[in-house]
């Protein structure tokens, strides 16, 4: 009973915090408010990444008065940016939870004055409603590493494609490249392909289930870190080698630092980066706008590197390692 | 006379298989038979085990009915105490996911600072198993004493669970290279067997002790089917109940362990997704009925078995990502409706009739 | 009108997995009159019942209505030809009005016209003389007012047969008559009525013919007027009985009983289940007995002795020494055993073993970390089957699949399992047939004469009481208004005692 009471209390507390800070209506000090809506940085590691760069870039030391608000639901961040809306910040910056539903909320923003950028997700709206809109390209992600993997030169490709959660933008980006290179190569061949759901287990079971089944394979191609991990675990105890010089080639996304370490060590071949720090960006494209510059590029797509452990240093582990 | 000895012998050889279909065991048996059938007739390879080496040159032992008992480890302990909490509140736990997280969660925050001995790893697994058996209280306490539905009552750490796992870390993912802690969840060196299988054993038989050594299997399908008598015979209902969500989160804490050490991190947002359907299914599927009073552990553990014995079948045969669940379902589907006692009636029936019919050719 | 046969079933057979639950049963129901279904538990009244209303399907037989055959296959179909029933445990739902009642589940398509409904609900009740109105909850009616409202809407759905099934064992005398007066009105309109109760005296206050079952087969049918109480007893059991009329020896030194200190003493004893502070006392080798009209308090005073109810005041004494009473487990260990009035709800633990259900007190008196062994549970169970001759296929039979009496003598087990120097036994006759309603009593008498326990009786049948108890306490508006020894102990006497003798 105290449990629960204290539990929610915190809650209470949590609450109030929140919308003490969203409330706070500060005089004209020279900051430019910006109102931000995020997903939850629990959701994964790139989400943590990008939540903290956010949080780096929009501070009082950099010319910010910045709210923070987080939610996976469309309707609850849509209820959010209407909070913001009336208390008159500059900026709203938004990561849509779902990409439909904005049109009102967005127009009430434009007749309030206020301007939107959209950051690493876009929305069914018309582009009016926005400023511009920062995205990573999934299927040039994709591209970037299937390329990757064609240069290696292998005779033939044996791939164990695992996938993410099937129907998610980057699950969808990341197996087109390598679903079209199968299809138009007669030495490329899925020896298998199926989905994971971002979950590590899941990787190790599917891999295992070949090693079981004798076939022979010489590429992993796991759509994020942890389920390359997960493969890579079931290699390892069926002792069967990976990475620089060994028999099976180990590719995974999104930049882990750990994963990183991996590359560097040796252990994994291959990992394509999901950049999550759009902050600079929004930062760049706000500075400009205050000083009164046209934005000429609505859509500006992240630049976003592929990295090969023959070439990654101990720096990239460190800038690019989320 | 040679001819009656014979047909007296088909007469009782059916009204075994009578008597069978209405024992408990009768579903995941049969379940497990069929599995093992499909899998014999379309690739006998299936049951292959090899003696090969990992990567370190231990011995190690590989193959499906291997990946099976390995990776349903996790399953196996979780439906132990969803089988207790089953029997005696009347409903599921859907908190087990997340607070699997938790526990992992914990286990990792108090290792990554510190260096990988017996006595840490065993500090940090009692840190977790008292930090899971808090939760499980907290939704014993909603159950027992505040009367709140268990789907409710534990909706809100279902919800909760997974900010909570990543708030213990500071959002940071924890990796522990010390290969040291990844036994639990592989292979000990020189043991050709992957230790969570050791894991469930272990769990199973403590529980059998406990069940044995204890009143706890008695009180917790009283108070399941009537409380009211059960308090009456001085039985404490509220209590029982607790008690069965406190051993669940035990078992949540054993599982976290062996999910952590699997791949030496965590990933809150997907450690253990789904895994307390899972757990629910292998209850039911162990004839168990969720609505509490009777259960029979044995049953849910070779449910749980019977979950991941479909899912490397279903792997093996590589059926395709967007079509697995489907494919599950329909399995799921056919194992629950079999074991609804409606249709057990209808198939006992049945049998008897070809019983009584062969009887009468015979005279 | 006599010979105006309603209903006909000929050669009924039904077999369940290893029972023969009815065997080549006819019955002959004709328009106008009460027909008395008997027979002990296991019988086959039920099963009778149930295929009848088309709960189960019949295995063999016919089944004519009206001199057309009718093949039920559901609940629906029976009520289609005319067939209503009214259960023992009232079907209806208490949170709606008594007018939503009668009319659910059957205007099909119709737009409910409440003004109507009502109106009509209205005209019914005072028709057939109901204490009840129209919008009002169910569920604040008695529960014989609630059956009556049950058999209203079986009127009204102009049923032909209607099957009462137990309809009297939670009702008072006055509610029994008022329902007579009911069940006679709706026979003067040509309804046929199959009665099926325990209680000999209904049947030969209100019936005209009776057929008797036995062990699923069909005993005889007979004219009331042909057939004396002794008879029916005997076909009933299928033995000559005349137990029944004198079990209890009168113990001229009845009176030495109660010297020295009582087993159990309480003072000013109140619960919050709302009955006034009472005093009790019983001594070692008593069989006293709490009595008054339902609702009058009786089994509240034992469960608040018990602490199955929240004990608010007084104080306890077990041989002198006070003790705290908070919960069923404390007077369990101080000694004190109780079968609760509600055997279905409070006494059996319906999907458990014959051998769990005797065992379950003495093994939380035990406590958790002692668990009985198998082969020790085994032997208790055998111990009580057989001395309480209980009927069960094994000891690992579901107490759910037996009859109403041998599910009681498995709770009187459980009871007796624990030894305990006081007994509650509440309502422990009800709803279980004679054969083993005698047997109850007696054990009553034997366990304080025998073994020295003090035994306290509670039972709706005045007979009953008198027969088994040398002290009455005797209860009205959950109050304790007085006390009879043995002497004064007479249907009579304690009738006005209950009723209050003043007025």
Redesign the interface.
Known sequence: MKKFLALLVTACLAFSAFACSAKKAEDDNGLIKVGIINNDPNESGYRTANDKSMKEMFTEENGYDASFAYSLKNDEQIAYAQQFIQDEVDYLLISAAGTSGWDTVLKDAKDAGIQVILFDRTIDADDSLYVASIVSDMAKEGDTAVSWLADQGLDEYNVIHIQGVMGSAAQIGRSGALDKKVADNANWNLVTQQTAEWNADNAQQIVQSVIDSGESFNVIYAENDDMAKGAVAALDAANISHGIGGDVIVMGFDCNSWALAELLAGNWNYDGQCNPFQASYIDAIIKDLEAGKEITEKVVILEEKGFSADSITQADVDQYGI | MTQKVSTKKSGSFLETVVALT?KQFFIPIAALTILVLFNLIMDPSFFAIKLGTNSNGDPVLSGYLITILNNASELVILAIGMTLVTSASGGQDISVGSTIAIAGSVILRILCNRPITVANMLFAFLVAAIVSMIFGAFNGVLVAYFKIQPMIATLILFTAGRSIAAWINNNTLPVINDPTFAYFGNFIPGIPVPTPFFIAAICVIIITLVL?????G??S??VG??P?????????PAKVKLITYIILGLCVAVVGLIKVSRISTINYSVVAKDIEMDAILAVALGGNSLGG??FNMASSIMGAYIIQFLTTTLFKFKVESTALPAYKAIVVIILVVLSAPVVREKM?AFW?KVTSKSAKEAA | MENDVLLQLNGICKYF?GVRALHNVDFTLRSGEIHALMGENGAGKSTLIKVLTGVYTKDEGKVRIEGKEANIKSPQDAQNVGISTVYQEIALCPNLTVAENMFIGRGKGKITNWKKMNARTTELLTSLGIPATATQQLGSCSIAVQQMVAIARAVDMECKVLILDEPTSSLDENEVAKLFKLMRDLKAKGVGIIFVTHFLDQVYEVCDRITVLRDGQLVGEYVIQDLPRVQLVSKMLGKEFDEMSDIKTVDPEAEDIKVGTPVIECTGLQSDAGIKPFDFKIWKGEVNGFTGLLGSGRSECVRSI?G?DKVIAGEVKIDGKPIKIK???DA?KAGIG?L?EDRK????????SVK?NII??Y???K???H?ISKAKAEEFAQKYIELLEIKTASSETPIGQLSGGNQQKCILA?WLLTDPKYLILDEPTRGIDIGTKVEIQKLALKLAKEEGKSVTFISSELDEMIRTCSRLIVMRDRKVVGELNESELTQNKIMETIAGGES
């Open positions: 209405r044995k050594f204890t009143t706890l008695l009180y399908q009283a089917i009537n009211s008598s059960s308090r009456l015979n001085g039985i404490d009073g009777k006992s008897k | 997995p018990f199955a919960k069923p487990l369990m109780y609760p709800l409070d006494g059996i633990v319906y999907d458990l769990d379950l007190a093994q939380v008196m406590g958790w970390n668990p459980r």
